[in-house]
């Protein structure tokens, strides 16, 4: 049964005064070889992704009040919190994984760095977030 794995990741620098934190994308744990398109996804209140499968591989580091939900083999749907109390995950998506993001927020953005193996192609639409 595929399924994202979810792996923790640590600041690179973080101010212990304040919220203030770097990632530098570097320290990211894919094979940069292996990333063939990104993006920075801006997420309004209530806003949401995806709501769809690919034959790519995707890496997603949310920021905010983000959501990840996916449907396993059998339909059986599946959410995790991207950024719970502030720390931060990397998210891998398999190819054909149905799923979407959703920002869970009433009044704040959340932003999606999404990492990929290929360019957006084959996509077929999978209705999880109505």
């Given at each position: ?9 640590n ?50 580091v949310?920021?905010g009040?983000l ?64």
């Amino acid at each position: 049964m595929q399924k994202p794995k979810l792996t923790k990741l640590n600041f690179s620098y973080k101010r212990n005064d304040t919220d203030l934190w770097v990632l530098n994308t570097n320290d990211i744990p894919v094979d940069k070889n292996l990333i063939k398109d990104q993006q920075i996804v801006h997420f309004s209140p209530k806003s949401f992704g995806g709501n769809h499968k690919h034959p790519r591989t995707e890496w997603f580091v949310g920021i905010g009040d983000l959501e990840f939900i996916w449907l396993d083999g059998n339909g059986k749907e599946s959410r995790v919190h991207m950024n719970p109390n502030g720390q931060i995950f990397l998210i891998e998506v398999p190819p054909y994984l149905p799923h979407a993001v959703i920002n869970q927020s009433d009044s704040r953005t959340g932003i999606l760095f999404e990492l990929a193996d290929a360019k957006m192609s084959d996509v077929v639409e999978v209705e999880i977030v109505k």
